[in-house]
């Protein structure tokens, strides 16, 4: 079975500033993938960035970076210089690989961002 | 904007009534995936559809079930509906296994 923690509920960041979003994942699949989705207040799950297992390179999508750590078993993600639209819920999910097809994707509880003027 | 879209976009139910949810997928997709936010938490996984058939459970009760159409288009039907069933429900499309990418989801309130 997945599973994916994120232990920050909530986070307060000054605009421009970085900032880390913390996510441990635990699986026994030796392949799988790593994402982050933003969630405005609209609902929408909108897709950030993406880290397969077996990626040699930490991905990064702009001013979003995956910062993983196979042996640690984390992927965080890091924003850069922030920005007021950044403020959202953000959630860490995985997907283990199956010979069926696509896979379900487990979810961690999120994190809520407020970026501060 | 992904290119899935859900409707309705809101919906108020009596507790024991019937749903249906819809999702229309983003063009070429043949995986549509479906899972319920709970106020509050991360999405769960109740289901999966590849090329018409279910592909994958997750632990929700039988009386959740869905369709998945030629066009690829899905459905999500709730039978007996409980105070606990309302959530977003949210549904996402693929192609095969590659990244998954989600509608706007449906609030559904069970009252």
């Known amino acids: 079975a997945q599973k994916i923690t994120q232990t920050q509920p909530g986070m307060f960041v000054q605009e421009k500033e970085a900032v880390t979003l913390d996510c441990t994942y635990d699986?026994?699949?030796?392949?799988?993938?790593l994402f982050w989705y933003k969630q405005p207040s609209s609902g929408e799950m909108i897709f950030l960035i993406y880290?397969?297992?077996?990626?040699?390179q930490n991905a990064t999508e702009g001013r979003y970076s995956l910062n993983f750590q196979k042996a640690r078993k984390s992927a965080n993600l890091v924003i850069s210089a922030s920005q007021l639209g950044d403020s959202a819920m953000y959630f860490c999910?995985?997907?283990?690989?199956?010979?069926?097809?696509?896979?379900?994707?487990?979810f961690g509880t999120g994190t809520r961002l407020t970026i501060i003027p | 904007e992904t290119g899935v879209t859900q409707s309705p976009t809101h919906l108020i139910k009596t507790r024991g009534q019937q749903v249906t949810l819809r999702c229309s997928s983003q063009?070429?997709?043949?995986?549509v995936s479906w899972y319920q936010q709970a106020l509050g938490q991360g999405p769960q996984f109740i289901f999966q559809?590849?090329?018409?058939?279910?592909?994958g459970r997750g632990n929700f009760p039988p009386r959740f079930s869905g369709l998945q159409f030629p066009n690829y288009s899905s459905e999500l039907n709730v039978n007996a509906l409980e105070l606990d069933d309302s959530a977003l429900y949210l549904c996402?499309?693929?192609?095969?296994?590659?990244?998954?990418?989600f509608g706007p989801g449906t609030r559904l309130t069970v009252t």
């Open positions: 559809y590849y090329r018409e058939e279910e592909n």
């Open positions: 999910a995985m997907r283990a690989r199956s010979n069926f097809g696509n896979e379900k994707l487990t």
């Open positions: 880290q397969g297992s077996y990626d040699q």
């Open positions: 699986t026994s699949d030796p392949s799988y993938g």
């Open positions: 063009s070429g997709h043949n995986t």
């Open positions: 996402a499309s693929s192609l095969e296994a590659h990244e998954q990418y």
